[in-house]
Nanobody
Framework: QVQLVESGGGSMQAGGSLRLSCAVSGDTGRRYCMAWFRQVQGKEREGVAFIDDFGRTRYADSVKGRSTISKDNAKNILHLQMNSLRPDDTAMYYC???????????????????WGQGTQVAVSS
């Protein structure tokens, strides 16, 4: 098992940037498929960015080209860099991990085993 703790959220202005971090602890020796999801109150949780155990990535169309997901394996930290922020990026952002086989078709929340508590991002115009 692993524990996930997000940080880096806050209030931002449109056009700005942020870098979210997810600290991973526990059984960090295992390989995990990892992802960032986000959720707006009253709406379904949606996948934002995904990274597999080979470092290959996948992004939602809404953030493609302005977001980068990365892993610092030495420090056990997952990052999400987002640039050119928009008001519709406002959401609670969650770090997630899957402790089973991994591929980039795994893009829905029920395919992930471990979750952080979330970090709030608010983007104003």
């Amino acid at each position: 098992q692993v524990q996930l703790v997000e940080s880096g959220g806050g209030s931002m202005q449109a056009g700005g940037s942020l870098r979210l971090s997810c600290a991973v602890s526990g059984d960090t020796g295992r390989r995990y498929c990892m992802a960032w999801f986000r959720q707006v109150q009253g709406k379904e949780r949606e996948g934002v960015a995904f990274i597999d155990d080979f470092g290959r990535t996948r992004y939602a169309d809404s953030v493609k080209g302005r977001s980068t997901i990365s892993k610092d394996n030495a420090k056990n930290i997952l990052h999400l860099q987002m640039n050119s922020l928009r008001p519709d990026d406002t959401a609670m952002y969650y770090c997630a991990a899957r402790g089973y086989y991994c591929d980039l078709t795994l893009i829905t929340p029920n395919m992930y085993n471990y979750w952080g508590q979330g970090t709030q991002v608010a983007v104003s115009s």
